[in-house]
């Protein structure tokens, strides 16, 4: 049987990364014919920890280079859509660039191209951030009102895939922490940030009025991957839409003090303030923490307690 084929789209991001290690591990016994897109990240690195896999520079707002990918790599079974403009304030500065890579059209588009273009599945990352914010433990059936234009640029991709393709799955995630990736990605990651600044003995700010679910990235890829195998193995298109966050609804306060508690820092150095205090150039919701029953039923799993990933990723970052 030959090997089946995963496009990781945006594989040079943090969860593209681990994507492409948790296929690398299982190689040996599960044959995966891997390949990635790329934008400005170089991606030596990653063809030299992942030497079997293909990269394609893609422009997601023009589509060029999904060409190169027919021609050399041929129909994905599988494409999985990491690739965004995730950060709100550089969203809410530049919404034209938003909706143009966060609504996955070129890639639609391309997919399309293909004469049984529905026996490809498309796992697509959208956010927590499709919430309003004025409750807590958000449903996937509730109705997603968004408070800044990142978010409503995720609503718009979720409502362009719905409606535009017919063989999909939808993962609204919450913030996605870990360890560090194969090539480190330029972003600060939320643990080794905290754990950065309560190392250095100074007083620090932390939201105590924003509340999410944060999601160890290894449950992520567990998720995708779950997905993945339902697929290939039963061959039925799904629509699916899910919550994936973790079990614990935190907020930056109580994120900090787990850190603290963990690595044995001084508490008194988190100081409290209301995320009102703070103009970050974006609205922000305040409470966008997420019911995972759905998940949990669904595809029988179930995500990592915080504290327990906060040790993990501690642990982790010790041994690099």
Same mark, same amino acid.
């Given at each position: ?48 920890? =992942?030497?079997?896999?293909?990269? =394609? ?12 990918? /027919? ?17 709100? *304030? ?18 639609? &588009? ?6 049984? /273009? ?7 990352? /959208?956010?927590? %951030? ?9 449903? #996937? ?12 640029? @995720? ?6 895939? $719905? #409606? ?7 993962? *609204? ?10 090539s480190p990605v330029p972003k600060s990651l939320p643990i080794q940030w905290i754990d950065g600044v309560l190392s250095k003995g100074d007083k620090v700010e932390f939201f105590y009025d924003e509340y999410r679910c944060p999601v160890y990235v290894k449950d992520v890829v567990a998720i995708i991957r779950t997905l993945i195998d339902k697929w290939l193995s039963e061959g039925k298109k799904m ?9 614990? *609804? ?17 508490? $008194?150095?988190? @100081?409290?303030? $209301?995320?009102?205090?703070?103009? *970050?150039?974006?609205? $922000?919701?305040?409470?966008? /923490? ?6 949990? %039923?669904?595809? &029988? ?20």
């Amino acid at each position: 049987m030959s090997a089946k084929k995963v496009l990781v789209v945006g594989g040079t991001g943090y969860l593209g990364q681990h994507l492409l290690q948790g296929f690398s591990d299982i190689q040996a016994t599960t044959p995966f014919a891997l390949a990635f897109t790329y934008n400005s990240f170089p991606p030596q690195p990653l063809l030299l920890a =992942f030497p079997t896999s293909f990269a =394609f520079h893609v422009d997601l707002k023009t589509g060029l280079g999904f060409d190169s990918i /027919s021609q050399q790599f041929g129909q994905p079974d599988v494409v999985v859509n990491c690739a965004a403009l995730s950060v709100p *304030r550089a969203c809410e500065n530049d919404p034209d660039a938003a909706i143009s890579i966060n609504v996955p059209s070129s890639l639609v &588009n391309w997919l399309s191209s293909f004469a049984q /273009s529905d026996n490809t599945l498309l796992i697509h990352l /959208s956010t927590d %951030q499709v919430y309003e914010g004025v409750k807590s433990f958000y449903k #996937e059936e509730d109705e997603a009102l968004p408070v800044n234009i990142y978010g409503k640029s @995720k609503v718009a991709a979720e409502q362009f895939i $719905s #409606e535009k393709w017919s063989n999909f799955a939808i993962l *609204r995630s919450s913030i996605i922490f870990g360890p560090q990736t194969a090539s480190p990605v330029p972003k600060s990651l939320p643990i080794q940030w905290i754990d950065g600044v309560l190392s250095k003995g100074d007083k620090v700010e932390f939201f105590y009025d924003e509340y999410r679910c944060p999601v160890y990235v290894k449950d992520v890829v567990a998720i995708i991957r779950t997905l993945i195998d339902k697929w290939l193995s039963e061959g039925k298109k799904m629509q699916l839409l899910l919550n994936v966050g973790g079990p614990d *609804r935190v907020s930056r306060v109580q994120m900090a003090e787990a850190v603290a508690q963990i690595r044995g820092y001084d508490s $008194s150095l988190i @100081k409290p303030v $209301s995320a009102s205090s703070v103009d *970050r150039g974006v609205k $922000s919701p305040a409470d966008i /923490s997420m019911d995972i029953t759905k998940l949990v %039923q669904k595809l &029988n799993i179930c995500p990592t307690p915080f504290k327990d990933g906060v040790k993990l990723t501690l642990a982790a970052e010790a041994s690099m």
